[in-house]
């Protein structure tokens, strides 16, 4: 703005000295545009357009209608003196006008709350032709009254601001031009760059997945995601003034402080591209210690090829990835997933989710929104079977033998959830990775009665889940089978079942972390 404004403020300043040169020559009004041609072949005193030449009876009537103004003061100072005061004042109030707050009103609406840019606010080729009357507005606000000063004044007012439309209209047109162009490069390429590094963002908290989230400047107004667009090409200004970048050039776009726009929860999402788990398993097959071994051992893995990983959860911070063999178990209504960010100079920033809650702790119904989103965007599944209670359920003799948790039951309830939020038909072939864990192999009685068998699969063909077995091969392309110890000296088999899927899923983690 500060430009085009500057550019119109020049030109008409050199308009009002030729005029006001005329007018001490003449003793009568003309209005003389500076014309820069001349310049280059006449001399300085010569560039200019008088145009009581090209339209004289305008200008002729014009100086009739002033004489009853310039005649109030003549007496005192002279003819030519009087007409160039008001001339003077006119042209004052027609600058006043330009570079007053009305002028500068840039703030976007409240569901947005960011500044647009001098050639992108709403109506703005209105509000540049509005700019140099823009002091009857001043006025008019001030206190209602004085608005009579430019009133009484206008047949001064008019020709400047006139004069001044006409320049102005001519350099924003070209500047909007030029920004539009600026706009929609910059545009572009930001959104190529966040397509390819970031591709979405989830929220922790209420598990949706959006394209962006919303930003809260440190005023805590919350406004969209800043791209360059409107309100700006490389920075953006909240409607308190404070600026924000709105590229991540130099990563500074993903240190703002993120709002998920559904539950407005704030929640950080770096610009990492999200690789989301969820975890799936009856109640107590293991899956939350696998999880904090899991990280444990993959932080320790990046560490030593000098990656940085950083678990922004409470509930896989160190501490209790030290105490893991204590940990609580996960309580009802404990629902935020966990998140881990993997920082490396080689590659974009990574941010690995964890859904830590099987789905079928809890009533269908009650959390139906939260395990749509929780099933929907999934890189990969990780399904927890205690070997121990596949055995015991076998060999128990309990009546109630089929009502029990058994690998069978629970995948079916899970699948029949999964792909009815999925909206999948009965044949549907599943590409999301399924990693199949045998959990607590460091316990010397299960991995006895895994090992004695072939394999995972034939161990559960052996017990009585031949069913599972099936309906797992027939309904997930990508199935693998592990057997892991959370517990103990070596846990770095916890790891194996998380890495798996993220070398499926990620180019970078396959081929520079693992
Ligand atoms: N020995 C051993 N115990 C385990 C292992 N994984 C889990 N546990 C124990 O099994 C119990 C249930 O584990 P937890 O992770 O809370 O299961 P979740 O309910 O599926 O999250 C806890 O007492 C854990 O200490 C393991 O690999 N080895
Ligand atoms: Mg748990
Ligand atoms: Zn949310
Ligand atoms: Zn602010």
């Known amino acids: 703005m500060g430009i085009i404004l500057g550019i119109a403020v020049i030109y008409s300043a050199l308009c009002f000295f030729y005029t006001a040169k005329y007018i001490i020559d003449n003793s009568e009004f003309s209005l003389c545009l500076f014309n820069p041609i001349e310049l280059i072949e006449g001399s300085f005193d010569l560039a200019y357009l008088d145009l009581s030449k090209y339209i004289p009876m305008m200008i002729e009537s014009y100086n009739k209608v002033i004489v009853n103004y310039t005649?109030?003061?003549?007496?005192?100072?002279?003819?030519?003196?009087?007409?160039?005061?008001?001339?003077?004042?006119?042209f004052i109030l027609v600058i006043a006008g330009c570079v007053s707050k009305p002028s500068r009103e840039f703030a976007g609406e409240e569901s947005n709350p960011q500044e647009y840019?001098?050639?992108?606010?709403?109506?703005?080729?209105?509000?540049?032709?509005?700019?140099?009357?823009?002091?009857?507005?001043?006025t008019w606000r001030f206190k209602k009254i004085?608005?009579?000063?430019?009133?009484?004044?206008?047949?001064?007012?008019?020709?400047?601001?006139?004069?001044?439309?006409?320049?102005?209209?001519?350099?924003?047109?070209?500047?909007?031009?030029?920004?539009?162009?600026?706009?929609?490069s910059a545009f572009s390429k930001d959104d190529a760059i966040y397509k390819k590094v970031t591709q979405y963002a989830v929220c922790p908290k209420c598990k949706r997945n959006f394209y962006q989230p919303k930003v809260k400047c440190r005023c805590g107004l919350v406004i969209d995601y800043p791209v360059p667009d409107v309100h700006g090409v490389s920075m953006h200004t909240c409607n308190k003034g404070h600026t924000i970048p709105c590229t991540n050039v130099d990563g500074a776009r993903g240190k703002l402080k993120i709002v998920c726009p559904y539950c407005?929860?704030?929640?950080?999402?770096?610009?990492?591209?999200?690789?989301?788990?969820?975890?799936?398993?009856?109640?107590?097959?293991?899956?939350?210690?696998?999880m904090l071994s899991a990280?444990?051992?993959?932080?320790?893995?990046?560490?030593?090829?000098?990656?940085?990983?950083?678990?922004v959860s409470s509930s896989i911070s160190l501490n209790i990835q030290r105490a893991k063999d204590t940990v609580a178990p996960t309580v009802t209504g404990e629902l935020d997933s966990q998140c881990l960010f993997i920082r490396s100079r080689e590659f974009p920033?990574?941010?690995?989710?964890?859904?830590?809650?099987?789905?079928?702790?809890?009533?269908?119904?009650?959390?139906?929104?939260?395990?749509?989103?929780?099933?929907?965007?999934?890189?990969?599944?990780?399904?927890?079977?205690?070997?121990?209670?596949?055995?015991?359920?076998?060999?128990?003799?309990?009546?109630s033998k089929a009502s029990k948790t058994s690998p069978t039951n629970t995948f079916e309830a899970f699948y029949s959830m999964f792909t009815e939020i999925n909206g999948y038909g009965p044949s549907v072939q599943v590409t999301v990775p399924m990693a199949?864990?045998?959990?607590?192999?460091?316990?010397?009685?299960?991995s006895s009665i895994v090992n004695a068998e072939s394999s995972p699969e034939e161990f559960l063909n052996k017990y009585g889940q031949e069913s599972f077995v099936k309906i797992v091969k027939s309904t997930f392309i990508k199935v693998r089978y592990f057997t892991i110890a959370s517990l103990g000296n070596d846990i770095s088999s916890a790891a194996e079942p998380f890495k798996w899927i993220l070398m499926e899923n990620d180019e970078d983690l396959k081929t520079k972390v693992f």
């Open 71 to 90: 005649n109030l003061i003549s007496e005192f100072v002279g003819k030519e003196y009087a007409i160039l005061i008001f001339v003077a004042v006119g």
């Open 117 to 138: 840019l001098f050639t992108s606010r709403p109506r703005s080729i209105l509000k540049c032709i509005v700019m140099p009357w823009n002091i009857f507005v001043v």
């Open 146 to 184: 004085p608005v009579i000063i430019p009133i009484i004044l206008i047949p001064f007012i008019i020709p400047f601001a006139i004069l001044m439309d006409i320049v102005l209209l001519i350099i924003f047109l070209i500047a909007k031009g030029i920004m539009g162009a600026r706009i929609k």
């Open 264 to 290: 407005k929860e704030e929640i950080q999402t770096h610009e990492a591209k999200p690789l989301t788990f969820s975890m799936v398993g009856a109640s107590g097959s293991g899956k939350t210690t696998m």
């Open 295 to 311: 990280v444990e051992s993959i932080s320790a893995v990046a560490k030593s090829k000098g990656i940085t990983t950083e678990p």
């Open 349 to 399: 920033e990574k941010e690995i989710i964890f859904n830590d809650i099987s789905g079928l702790e809890f009533e269908p119904d009650s959390e139906k929104i939260l395990f749509e989103e929780y099933y929907k965007y999934n890189d990969g599944i990780v399904f927890a079977i205690d070997p121990l209670e596949v055995y015991a359920l076998f060999n128990s003799n309990s009546p």
């Open 436 to 446: 199949i864990v045998f959990t607590k192999m460091d316990n010397p009685r299960v």
